[in-house]
């Protein structure tokens, strides 16, 4: 019998999958840039090989910079809970490496978790990963799988793992995992560099000061690089080919936005010499420009 805390996992049952219905989306650092990497195909190829009951239908690749769990989490969410559809399962492997700084789970152990909206997800429980669905998970597990013996446990442990969960082997759900362990979201910070190379951030309007909110043009620091931009929050303010403008974003859900930074026709990642989301890429600073 099936523990009882097992009773939050509300994913519909097998019998109820349809074949040929399922939308994996692997995101994922593989590539260790905004690029896909041979790594996605073959870890789309153990998913077939492993969906015995044939209820895939498509598998599409998202690839996110290398080791950036802040980056994963993003967009985790944006696709989760902002452009969720029925069918939609999330598989994410982004594991924090070498010198860069990071917070939460030593172990980074992986996990299943359902959301409120009854979307699955499965993805590395370190770093930020799970911080911007956090609110919105019902349960969260450690998966019974092995954590070594591999360097590539994306292609040889977790897509078996991940398929058995779907198709109702709640076994493999083991110890649950306490979601105040999730890092909160951290604040001020790049969560993603588009192909556009516009800087989506992590700040909502919410959090800037009356008094950055009323100029009409602040001053940003990131990355030891200071420029001045134009505050187009509500303002009517327009910028032209070049300007540098504070934007009310696309991402992060309706009436709560993310703000971006961008350089119209150009890259704002340029001028603050941001190749990628880094984890420990530190704060950005919003003051209003002095005149």
């Given at each position: 019998?099936?523990?009882?805390?097992?009773?939050?996992?509300?994913?519909?049952?097998?019998?109820?999958?349809?074949?040929?219905?399922?939308?994996?989306?692997?995101?994922?650092?593989?590539?260790?840039?905004?690029?896909?990497?041979?790594?996605?195909?073959?870890?789309?190829?153990?998913?077939?090989?492993?969906?015995?009951?044939?209820?895939?239908?498509?598998?599409?690749?998202?690839?996110?910079?290398?080791?950036?769990?802040?980056?994963?989490?993003?967009?985790?969410?944006?696709?989760?809970?902002?452009?969720?559809?029925?069918?939609?399962?999330?598989?994410?492997?982004?594991?924090?490496?070498?010198?860069?700084?990071?917070?939460?789970?030593?172990?980074?152990?992986?996990?299943?978790?359902?959301?409120?909206?009854?979307?699955?997800?499965?993805?590395?429980?370190a770093g930020y990963n799970l911080s911007f669905i956090k609110n919105d998970l019902n349960?969260?597990?450690?998966?019974?799988?092995?954590?070594?013996?591999?360097?590539?446990?994306?292609?040889?442990?977790?897509?078996?793992?991940?398929?058995?969960?779907?198709?109702?082997?709640?076994?493999?759900?083991?110890?649950?995992?306490?979601?105040?362990?999730?890092?909160?979201?951290?604040?001020?910070?790049?969560?993603?560099?588009?192909?556009?190379?516009?800087?989506?951030?992590?700040?909502?309007?919410?959090?800037?000061?009356?008094?950055?909110?009323?100029?009409?043009?602040?001053?940003?620091?990131?990355?030891?690089?200071?420029?001045?931009?134009?505050?187009?929050?509500?303002?009517?303010?327009?910028?032209?080919?070049?300007?540098?403008?504070?934007?009310?974003?696309?991402?992060?859900?309706?009436?709560?936005?993310?703000?971006?930074?961008?350089?119209?026709?150009?890259?704002?990642?340029?001028?603050?010499?941001?190749?990628?989301?880094?984890?420990?890429?530190?704060?950005?600073?919003?003051?209003?420009?002095?005149?």
């Amino acid at each position: 019998m099936v523990d009882d805390k097992l009773s939050k996992w509300t994913y519909r049952a097998p019998d109820k999958i349809e074949k040929g219905s399922l939308h994996v989306e692997v995101i994922a650092d593989y590539a260790g840039i905004h690029a896909t990497d041979h790594a996605f195909s073959e870890v789309r190829n153990h998913f077939f090989r492993f969906d015995k009951k044939e209820v895939i239908r498509t598998i599409t690749d998202h690839p996110v910079y290398a080791f950036s769990t802040i980056e994963t989490g993003f967009w985790i969410a944006q696709e989760a809970l902002h452009s969720e559809h029925r069918n939609l399962v999330i598989f994410s492997n982004t594991a924090p490496r070498g010198d860069i700084k990071w917070e939460g789970e030593q172990r980074q152990a992986f996990a299943a978790g359902i959301l409120n909206n009854g979307m699955p997800v499965f993805a590395v429980h370190a770093g930020y990963n799970l911080s911007f669905i956090k609110n919105d998970l019902n349960g969260l597990w450690e998966v019974k799988v092995p954590n070594q013996g591999t360097q590539f446990r994306s292609r040889d442990y977790y897509p078996k793992a991940t398929m058995e969960i779907l198709n109702g082997d709640l076994s493999r759900l083991g110890r649950e995992i306490d979601i105040k362990t999730i890092p909160e979201i951290p604040k001020f910070a790049v969560a993603s560099v588009d192909g556009y190379g516009n800087l989506k951030t992590t700040i909502r309007k919410s959090y800037l000061s009356p008094a950055v909110l009323d100029s009409p043009l602040v001053r940003i620091a990131l990355n030891k690089h200071y420029h001045f931009a134009l505050n187009t929050l509500g303002r009517g303010i327009k910028g032209k080919v070049g300007d540098l403008c504070m934007v009310s974003g696309s991402s992060g859900g309706k009436g709560r936005n993310f703000l971006e930074v961008i350089k119209l026709q150009m890259r704002a990642a340029d001028e603050f010499a941001v190749d990628g989301p880094r984890d420990d890429l530190g704060k950005i600073e919003i003051t209003p420009a002095r005149i």
